[in-house]
């Protein structure tokens, strides 16, 4: 199914703001708005009973990490919540009823907050390897946002302040209580790094939960906001769960792909040359296989996913039968 923006939304009263220019934005500052932690731990594919892909390194998932700070989510949601963004990206579809996406070139503070050298540098550091950023649609910046009793509209609601938790007496029943923020799936790129942007200090539920290779479930959560985690999504079958105590759960999603190892073993090449060494069949064919299925997952991408599915699920047959 393909994901469609929001329908109009004549009947709510809109912020006197109107353009981005007006949201008062300061360019993003790694010294103010990143307060990076690294993870305590990583878990491996096995850790989870899952077998690891190929030529892939060993992370399933990290712990929770510190990576943006409470400013830094505060200028975040300033941006991504205000009407102009709102109006023109706000998305809803089959498996995730509101999410903003394709803002990459409107949104100046997101698009710095990501492409900043610091921000990267926490990044690889937390993963344990290098990564590159991808820039295209709904690839930078996503977020997904949990809906209330007022639907769509109640986005509008959610400011640049994360909400308080509710009491009991002021939980209300919703039509969506019973549906995943995001449904089960797969990335349709490798790695995704996910930040929570609402406070989870006392929130029940809205966990990211992954599915281990006996059919359990694994639930991660930052106890913080601007807490993150990073996973190999393409291969590990998650879901955003619904927090059941807060007006809101909002997560940001970042995707990224592998950086690519043509220069660290054409460097590790010329070194053995320079040894007098011989390469092994076995090694440098091994490496040609792996460019090989690199570049035709990159042809996938630009020939395939973008143009036909981008805002859909794709069917695994799908991505094998262009990948034989």
Not at 305 to 311: A, D, K, S, T
């Amino acid at each position: 199914m393909s994901a469609k923006v929001a329908p109009a939304l004549a009947n709510i009263s809109p912020p006197t703001l109107t353009a981005l220019d007006d949201l008062d934005l300061p360019d993003f500052d790694p010294a103010i708005h990143l307060a990076f932690q690294p993870p305590t731990r990583r878990h491996t594919f096995q850790d989870l009973g899952l077998p690891q892909p190929e030529n892939a390194p060993d992370l399933c998932v990290t712990e929770p990490f510190q990576l943006f700070s409470e400013e830094g989510v505060r200028m975040l949601r300033r941006e991504m919540l205000s009407k102009p963004i709102l109006d023109k990206y706000l998305r809803s579809w089959d498996r995730a009823p509101a999410y903003i996406a394709g803002h990459e070139k409107t949104a100046k503070f997101t698009l710095q907050a990501w492409q900043h050298p610091a921000t990267q540098a926490a990044i690889d550091r937390a993963a344990g390897f290098g990564l590159r950023l991808l820039r295209r649609e709904a690839d930078l910046g996503l977020v997904n946002i949990q809906l209330g009793p007022e639907g769509l509209p109640g986005v509008y609601k959610l400011t640049e302040t994360p909400s308080a938790p509710l009491s009991p007496q002021e939980i209300q029943k919703s039509s969506y209580d019973d549906i995943p923020i995001d449904a089960w799936h797969k990335d349709q790129v490798p790695v995704v790094c996910v930040v929570m942007l609402s406070d989870t200090s006392s929130m029940q539920g809205g966990e990211t939960a992954i599915r281990t290779g006996d059919g359990s479930i694994v639930k991660v959560k930052s106890p913080t906001v601007g807490g993150a985690v990073i996973m190999q999504g393409g291969c590990t079958e998650h879901a955003a769960l619904r927090a059941t105590n807060v007006p809101e759960r909002l997560s940001m999603e970042k995707l990224l792909r592998l950086r690519g190892r043509i220069d660290a073993v054409l460097e590790t090449l010329v070194e053995k040359e320079k040894r007098g060494e011989m390469v092994e069949r076995g090694e440098f064919e091994g490496w040609v296989r792996e460019q090989t299925n690199f570049m035709k997952r990159s042809a996938w991408e630009m020939y395939e996913r973008v143009p036909n599915y981008l805002g859909k699920d794709v069917p695994e047959d799908v991505i094998r039968d262009y990948l034989r």
